[in-house]
């Protein structure tokens, strides 16, 4: 009997190519399109709707069924809530890490598994193994500029071997090229960007239409009022555009903020010694194997574009430390921390 598989159609190229993949394998493939989100104004941002008849039409091309399916409550549960909160603590969330932890590997492999798949896949750029002691580990993709582990590394070792991840060992060239080939109507639709739910809307609107705004003080660490900021959930540590402070020599970045006093925090010039930094502290951990990898040294990403870099990890009470050999720029409260070994993707925590 062909095994049955359920893939997470999104009506773009990778699942598509995902599921025509698994085809080929011999899989009896069953799309699945989710809505996470809905929007009472039904705006011009939400691309909902089109996106779940490209699914549609990509399930018919292919001769495969396809069911549709509403987590929207459970997303907002589960991750909006966290990203509301976040922003109120003047922290910097990622929502689609959560969002992958939560609802696509958790809510949606429930629902996978009620359908009878014994597995489930997706359009992720990684790779999974098996190790020789049984447990499945989460691997780098090899096309290394797509490569999400970044994105993956919440999920739990349930969550990582029932996992398939056809795409893990092509370059996104050779997916569109297949893409092409099988006559996909969406072979040259663009790669979706930003926060899923906020896709290209402006991100200070809606954040505002949530969370009320302060604006208070834009000072220097040294206590020099330079202008006001509109509300401190806005800024993130390293931005540059939109603090409407110009003028002379170098440019101004973000550099903290004074949650008790409403002030955002700006320096001058992007290698400021208060954006640089050695160390960082990790809570919040989650770890692929499903334990705390030993003290020694590894890579890390402090942010998903952006080369790992060396550094030494520690244990500390609740959590990992990390020294970076070189100081990394602008880590970001909020933001995670994803720990490397090798190809190896082993896990990681929020940065404090
Ligand atoms: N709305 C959705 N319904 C079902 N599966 C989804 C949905 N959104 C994303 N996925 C699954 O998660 C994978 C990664 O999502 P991501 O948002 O990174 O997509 P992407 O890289 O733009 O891929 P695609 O080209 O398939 O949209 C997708 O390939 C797909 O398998």
């Not at 396809?66 to 922003?87: C, H, M, P, T, W």
């Not at 401190?232 to 555009?241: A, K, S, W």
């Amino acid at each position: 009997m062909t095994q049955k598989i359920v893939v997470g159609l999104s009506g773009g190229v990778d699942s598509s190519v995902t599921a025509h993949l698994l085809q080929q394998q011999g899989y009896d493939v069953v799309g699945v399109f989710m809505q996470n989100w809905e929007d009472d104004n039904n705006d011009e941002y939400c691309s909902i709707k089109e996106d779940s008849m490209d699914a549609i039409a990509v399930a018919d091309l292919l001769g495969i069924d396809i069911e549709l399916v509403n987590f929207a409550g459970q997303y907002k549960d589960r991750v909006f809530s966290y990203f509301l909160a976040e922003y109120s603590a003047g922290r910097t969330p990622n929502p689609d890490i959560l969002c992958n932890s939560e609802i696509k590997f958790k809510c949606f492999l429930d629902y996978a598994i009620e359908l009878g798949g014994a597995k489930m896949a997706t359009g992720h750029y990684a790779a999974n193994r098996v190790r020789p002691d049984g447990r499945t580990e989460l691997i780098r993709a090899a096309d290394q500029s797509k490569d999400q582990t970044y994105f993956l590394y919440r999920l739990s070792q349930a969550q990582v071997s029932q996992a398939v991840f056809p795409l893990g060992e092509l370059q996104k060239s050779q997916v569109r090229v297949i893409a092409e080939e099988i006559g996909l109507p969406n072979a040259k639709k663009k790669d979706s960007t930003g926060i899923c739910f906020i896709g290209e809307r402006p991100f200070r609107d809606f954040l505002n239409r949530y969370l009320p705004k302060v604006p208070g003080a834009m000072v220097t660490p040294e206590g020099r009022v330079t202008g006001e900021h509109m509300g401190l959930m806005y800024y993130t540590i390293g931005q540059r555009q939109g603090l409407g402070i110009g003028g002379e020599g170098l440019p101004w970045f973000v550099a903290g903020k004074d949650m008790d006093k409403n002030e955002l925090i700006v320096v001058q010039g992007h290698d400021h010694p208060s954006l640089l930094k050695h160390d960082l502290l990790a809570l919040d951990c989650s770890w692929i194997l499903g334990e705390l990898p030993a003290e020694g040294r590894y890579t890390a990403k402090t942010r998903y574009r952006q080369q790992d870099a060396a550094c030494t990890l520690t244990h500390v009470d609740g959590g990992v430390a990390l020294h970076f050999d070189e100081p990394q720029w602008a880590m970001t409260p909020g933001q995670s921390m994803v720990l490397y070994q090798g190809d190896v993707c082993l896990g990681g925590g929020i940065i404090q």
